[in-house]
């Protein structure tokens, strides 16, 4: 071994030790991950990849899943851009690609869960007696709520949006579009009675209401993938779609829905880094402010 060799040997060394029985790394972002070989990265791989909960991601949303997971291997990349090439559903569906994204617009957006975007997907085959899907997205944080229902009537849409407002809270706005399921008597009624502003979408400016259109096409995309040729099971694995939704990185906003709704903190103990999690209470100190657009995000106390 040449000095140059031992130099950089020595030089990556650093950035690893040794936990018996487990060698872990001290990645570029200062998180403390697994390290993981063979077989058992590959594992890992497709776990986050075709499990109950992977969605069938591209090879970066995917490898950034394991990331987040906590796994780290020098091939990574390399090896989730292989399993993406050679899955037979990926393939027969087609890749996820950047056009995809989010859109950005001009709504702006003070804190996550203030405004929300709402629509039907549907119908589908029946699965369940269930033929459509209600979705809910948060603008700020990407974060999707969704339920699968067998009409989709003004009825439906008022008892969805009580149970959304007793776990979310009450948002500042609701976004929808014409549609007579929003656009009647019983949904303005809750949302006077909860102070909420409706906003309406129109064949002028229909990006009003983009987000929740492109998390519907993404939602479909992976219940394609999910169910495979049985397309009637596809209520019984809507929750994994969602899950599979929630914890796929979003450019838009740098990390997951999941990541952003839980706000991690980075603590240091010793010479190590390690995640944690806040409790809901101690998120209620947290503020969440949009500057320019709703990828500049600042927190304060």
Not at 43 to 48: F, K, P, R, S
Not at 112 to 130: A, Q, R, Y
Request: glycine residues 6%.
């Amino acid at each position: 071994m040449t000095s140059q060799q031992k130099h950089k040997f020595f030089k990556d060394a650093r950035h690893y030790f040794w936990d018996d029985p487990y060698l872990f790394r001290t990645c570029a972002d200062q998180i403390i991950r697994c390290c993981v070989a063979g077989q058992e990265a590959i594992d890992i791989l497709n776990a986050c990849h075709s499990g109950p909960t992977g969605g069938h991601y591209g090879a970066n949303y995917k490898t950034k899943k394991v990331f987040d997971s906590g796994f780290y291997w020098p091939t990574i990349y390399k090896d989730a851009f292989e399993l993406v090439k050679h899955c037979d559903s990926c393939q027969r569906q087609g890749k996820i690609s950047q056009k995809d994204e989010m859109p950005q617009n001009s709504i702006q957006v003070c804190e996550i869960f203030d405004v929300w975007g709402t629509d039907f997907m549907g119908p589908f085959l029946s699965s369940k007696e269930n033929k459509y899907i209600l979705v809910a997205v948060d603008y700020l944080s990407k974060w999707v709520e969704a339920k699968a229902l067998p009409m989709n009537d003004a009825r439906v849409v008022v008892k969805f949006l009580k149970s959304l407002f007793s776990r979310f809270g009450t948002p500042k706005a609701i976004i929808s579009d014409r549609g007579t399921h929003f656009c009647n008597d019983q949904f303005a009624r809750i949302m006077s009675k909860y102070g909420v502003t409706h906003r309406l979408s129109t064949a002028y400016h229909p990006q009003t209401s983009g987000q929740v259109e492109v998390t519907n096409h993404r939602l479909k995309r992976i219940l394609k993938r999910t169910v495979g040729e049985n397309h009637a099971l596809w209520s019984d694995k809507l929750e994994d779609a969602l899950w599979a939704f929630q914890t796929a990185f979003k450019t838009s906003i740098g990390c997951t829905p999941y990541r952003l709704t839980r706000i991690p903190l980075s603590i240091k103990k010793g010479q190590r880094s390690f995640t944690m999690l806040r409790s809901k209470t101690a998120f209620s100190m947290s503020v969440i402010k949009c500057c320019s657009s709703t990828s500049d995000l600042r927190f304060s106390r």
